[in-house]
């Protein structure tokens, strides 16, 4: 485990992370030029993100099965095959529909082989500093806005969409698939070693661990948790500007947060470590509950400003720490497994708040609904966070080694 290649791991990871959700966060990018180009209504063109994370929900578990099996360099090499071909795909797409399936569907399956995959692989390959490690592959994904957002921009301002998209399925294949290729399994489960077989709870069988309090836990807090910060991410812009900010400053706050977050992934990294991850994610929670709430009473520039550090720093910086919390309780033959469901939970609370923000603001004409929501969540997820608790050292306890 002190193998200089474990870092080699969690480099591969950050930058296939980043490549990975910049190309499926393009599409917020290309929405204008696409509306434009197509006659497309921005709604269509918007389901096709909603399509996506639902892909994310329910192929994260199955990629995570599979990590258990076969590894996670096969299913990420086959995840960046399968996004790649997704956005090109989409970029020779003959109507709404079509675009849909390719960038909903194919794209949205594609990135899910990524994210449960990767976190299980690296957890596996740390005893020491695990919080900081996985913390650094979310904040590579995290660099995504800041990186490939920007190169979009720039493309769509030279190209038209269809062309646009094609260079970034290019991107994705020049950069994903040779990155995949130096993943490897953690050497606890490599060349068929017995290390993993002797860890407290090796004994303890799938179906036990998808049935056990810890998992169900750990499943209702992240989905509390991803629909508590999904809302105000999607629509915080869009509030601004109602608030009488202009269009190009109010865009400056999601910026903000994702500075912030960026800070928070690496700082609630550093905190699990030394703290503890549990009691580290139970604070972050509490905190993210009032910054949600606090976009309620923003309504100046520098308001929102304020918000947005604390928000951003505080939702960023919970989420690697879930897959800290399933190494610390959960064998690492079924981690790929336990991390895709936690994924596929957290993916089903981000699709739900977009939707019911748009329509708690075409029901009642403003968003403050919302944020109380969002903060009734984020209060929830907290109290669930609360009442997890670790195996009994009984049920943990080592298991026989083979004769």
Known sequence: MNS??????????????????????????LLTPMTEATGWSRTGISSAMTIGFLAMAFCSMFWGAVTDRLGARMVVFAGSCLLASGVALASVAPSLLAFQLAFGLVVGAGASAIFAPMMATVTGWFETQR?????????????AP???SPIVAWLVSHHDWRTTLLIVAAIVAAVMIPASLLVRRPPALAGGSLAAEAE????????????????????LTNFCCCATHSGPIFHTVSYAITCGIPAMTAVSIYSMEGLAGLAGRLGFGVLGDKFGAKRVLVAGLLVQAFGALGYYFA???????????????????VMPLYAVIARENFPLKMMG???????????????????????IFDVTGNYGWLYIGSFGMGIGATLIAMTFR?????????APSPA
């Open 200 to 219: 407290p709870g090796a004994e303890m069988s799938v179906g036990e661990a998808l049935r056990s309090p810890q998992f169900i836990i750990l499943l």
């Open 146 to 148: 800041m990186t490939m």
């Open 337 to 359: 497994t336990i991390i895709g469901g936690t994924a596929m939970a957290g993916s089903l609370g981000m699709a739900a708040s977009p939707l019911l923000g748009g329509w």
């Open 131 to 143: 919080s900081l490690a996985v913390s650094l592959v979310s904040a590579g994904m995290g660099m």
């Open 299 to 317: 309504h100046s520039l520098s308001e929102f400003y304020s918000v947005a550090v604390v928000f951003g720093f505080t939702y960023a910086g």
């Open 4 to 29: 200089s290649y474990r870092w080699v791991i969690v480099a591969a990871g950050a930058l296939i992370g980043c490549v990975a959700i910049g190309s499926m966060f393009s599409l917020p990018v």
């Open 390 to 398: 670790p195996f009994p050292e009984a049920r943990l306890r080592t």
